[in-house]
């Protein structure tokens, strides 16, 4: 059997943070190797949730959890991984919709039965970089990205959303090293110094987490 090794670097954040962007500048800056977010499928689901969540929401978001599962179990096997995103903040979505009635409690319950099950078979990477941001400009970023089914959701979605990551990483406790940079303010796609900033905290965090 492979060996499986914990995944170096997850980075995790709301949706339109730059998460992509850094997973891209930390594997050209230490050589690992990248996985991307994986947000779309065959059957549309994400579409279909956002034009009647009560009916998508559970077939969306057990969806999201295979394939978040699936992309890093193979991340383990691989060794050296950075992730955009993971299985281990796919619950903060969850509890949102089940608060929002969007999952039933009767879902919710399947959900979460299935994603312990899962848990049980994986280990937290050594280091989760949380990028924290805005609502306000979340949304710039939200729109300037340009994907449909993400600009016209409104406002109300993502303040939520943010609320719910806030909550998760406040309370996060899963023996792994936790570096929170708010970004608000910063452009390390275009900015070197923002970049090099960037870069200075995770390759500290880096060596608390070794």
Known sequence: MQELKRVEIVVDGVTGVGKSSLVKIICEEYGLEPFSEMFEDENRLLHKF?????????????????????????????????????????????????????????????????????????????????????????????????????????RGYWDNLNRFYETNYRDYDLGTEVLVIPVDALDYVHRPEDRDYMLQLIGEARSRAI
């Not at 969007?102 to 937290?124: F, Q, T």
């Open 50 to 154: 956002f034009n009647d969540r009560q009916k998508w929401a559970f077939p969306m978001q057990t969806n999201f959890l295979t394939n978040r599962f699936k992309q890093y179990y193979h991340a383990m096997k691989t060794g050296h991984a950075v992730m955009d995103r993971s299985i281990y903040s796919d619950r903060i979505f969850a509890r949102m919709y089940l608060e929002y009635e969007y999952l039933k409690p009767e879902e919710y319950a399947v959900y979460n039965n299935l994603l312990e099950a899962m848990l049980e078979h994986v280990v937290p990477p050594k280091l989760l970089i949380y990028l924290k941001v805005g609502t306000d400009e979340a949304i710039r970023r939200i729109h300037r990205r340009g994907r449909p089914d993400e600009v016209e959701v409104e």
